[in-house]
């Protein structure tokens, strides 16, 4: 594994594998930028990988957080930080989103 300079090797790595048959590489980039904007220090990678078959799975690590097909759905933008969030910082106060409920 190479490293970029400024980035930690040892910060958690998030995937999102989704469906290039129904098009989702929109949805799986803006939760992708979504995810970095709140997590920026504390993760290490976030992938986007094409699969198929109506396929949206979420993974923190080898930790599956959500997949589409059991959930029945996607996750709202607020519902997948929190879920990112009790992985990688369970202390961070996600301000409005935690208290949105």
Sequence with gaps: MTS???NDP???RVAILYCTQCNWLLRASWMA???L???GQELGEVALIPGTGGVFRVTVGDELIWD???RGGFPEIAALKQLVRDRVSPDRDLGH????K
């Design 4 to 6: 970029i300079e400024g």
């Design 10 to 12: 040892a910060g958690h």
């Design 33 to 35: 930028s979504e995810l």
């Design 37 to 39: 904007s709140t997590f």
């Design 68 to 70: 589409r097909k059991e």
């Design 97 to 100: 989103v935690d208290r949105t």
